[in-house]
């Protein structure tokens, strides 16, 4: 089996993942990246390309005539490396729809056609137009996209929900992390059995081999994580006020900030601002597996306060109970209130101050809450089973495909 991914850049986590599925499930990987710097990456995303075994291509982008970025040269890679399946993300999606000789050129060579995305900022079909003239989501600086219900706009909106209601139904499957993607698609006149929910997850392998090694470090009940980059929408900032409130009451409490990005000085800022330079740690990104493991055990909880995904994966492993609030869905599948982990509301310090401050009133729960997470990725979601499920939803394309030929 050979497939082609269309992907916005390289993140470090991802790399291991596709090594994993090329290694050891006999699946040929090309991914087609941007030369330069992409237009999709978030800011602070850490790139590499250390330890890579699938292919890559840095191809040029351009943008179309509908304002999306598309990679020149594709025909010819396609062309070269023949694969079975092509697997694009947004904005790349698009242009099956607005050039639908690509699409036609797939159907010819018998390449399935395979949608992946975490679709927790896309609107139901019949909620879109109002999801959309209303700001539709937020940005990773932690504002709504630009309210505007002028006809124009509505027009403008009308053809995004159509361009993405006919992309819907040209794939062969999509692939998405949470279970409400059957009830999105199914809006979008998606039939059953073309959605395929994998639930999400970094090289459990690698990690619990760390892991083992590290379990020998001592913890502090008190230490709350974070790991993740510096931006607005991780609200780092509320969690920062979150410890001094809790520093008052618990003198053992500390903050340990792992991750770089835009507001990396801010942050810094109302730390030196709050005196509480002494309990409220930062130190940059960090991406070898050893180093993160030893800091992640050090630590008593993890605590996402805004949005995120894979750091809770990440911690659960290391055996660490999980606060969060409303993140990109996969903590729906992860966190379980009271069991391994606890929400609070989305936002708000005091409910963030209060749902961290059980945990500190019974630290006995910290450590059974830690090793609960632990075998929900154990037992549930991991690396194995993620790829399993992107091993069924590639045989379902294929099959699909081979029908439409």
């Given at each position: 089996m050979k497939l082609m991914l269309l992907a916005g850049g390289l993140p470090h986590?991802?790399?291991?993942?596709?090594?994993?599925?090329?290694?050891?499930?006999?699946?040929?990987?090309?991914?087609?990246?941007?030369?330069?710097?992409?237009?999709?990456?978030?800011?602070?995303?850490?790139?590499?390309?250390?330890?890579i075994e699938f292919k890559v291509y840095f191809q040029e982008e351009y943008t179309t005539y509908y304002g999306k970025k598309f990679f020149k040269g594709l025909r010819e890679l396609i062309g070269q490396e023949k694969p079975n399946i092509l697997m694009v993300s947004w904005p790349y999606q698009v242009s099956f729809v607005f050039y639908p000789?690509?699409?036609?050129?797939?159907?010819?060579?018998?390449?399935?056609?395979?949608?992946?995305?975490?679709?927790?900022?896309?609107?139901?079909?019949?909620?879109?137009?109002?999801?959309?003239?209303?700001?539709?989501?937020?940005?990773?600086?932690?504002?709504?996209?630009?309210k505007n219900n002028a006809w124009t706009a509505i027009i403008?909106?009308?053809?995004?929900?159509?361009?993405?209601?006919?992309?819907?139904?040209?794939?062969?499957?999509?692939?998405?992390?949470?279970?409400?993607?059957?009830?999105?698609?199914?809006?979008?006149?998606?039939?059953?059995n073309r959605v395929f929910i994998t639930a999400n997850s970094p090289d459990t392998d690698e990690i619990f081999r760390h892991e083992a090694a590290l379990q020998h470090i001592a913890s502090n009940p008190y230490r709350l994580l974070h790991v993740g980059r510096l931006v607005k929408w991780k609200q780092v900032d509320l969690l920062i006020n979150a410890t001094i409130e809790l520093r008052k009451k618990y003198p053992s409490t500390a903050l340990t900030i792992v991750g770089d990005g835009p507001e990396m000085e801010n942050l810094r800022t109302q730390v030196m601002e709050a005196n509480a330079q002494d309990f409220i740690q930062f130190t940059g990104g960090i991406y070898?597996?050893?180093?993160?493991?030893?800091?992640?055990?050090?630590?008593?909880?993890?605590?996402?306060?805004?949005?995120?995904?894979?750091?809770?994966?990440?911690a659960m492993c290391f055996g660490k109970p999980v606060i969060c609030s409303v993140a990109d869905g996969t903590e729906k599948s992860l966190v379980r209130e009271g069991y391994n982990g606890h929400y609070f509301k989305s936002g708000s310090l005091p409910s963030l101050v209060s749902t961290i401050e059980k945990l500190f009133l019974d630290p006995a729960q910290i450590a059974l809450m830690g090793q609960r997470s632990k075998e929900i990725i154990q037992q549930e979601i991991n690396i194995h089973t993620v790829l399993g499920n992107y091993m069924e939803a590639f045989r379902g394309a294929m099959s699909r495909s081979d029908k439409r030929s």
């Open positions: 986590y991802y790399n291991l993942v596709l090594n994993k599925l090329q290694r050891d499930f006999n699946v040929e990987i090309s991914v087609v990246v941007p030369k330069g710097n992409g237009a999709t990456l978030g800011a602070g995303v850490f790139e590499s390309t250390n330890g000789f690509w699409y036609m050129f797939l159907r010819r060579n018998k390449i399935a056609l395979i949608s992946k995305e975490i679709p927790f900022q896309v609107p139901h079909y019949e909620q879109a137009i109002e999801y959309y003239t209303q700001g539709g989501g937020i940005t990773e600086n932690n504002q709504s996209h630009q403008k909106f009308l053809i995004v929900r159509e361009t993405r209601r006919i992309f819907s139904r040209l794939v062969d499957a999509h692939i998405n992390y949470l279970d409400d993607a059957r009830s999105l698609h199914a809006s979008y006149g998606v039939l059953a070898d597996m050893a180093e993160l493991g030893k800091i992640t055990c050090e630590a008593g909880i993890y605590v996402l306060a805004g949005m995120g995904g894979l750091s809770i994966n990440e």
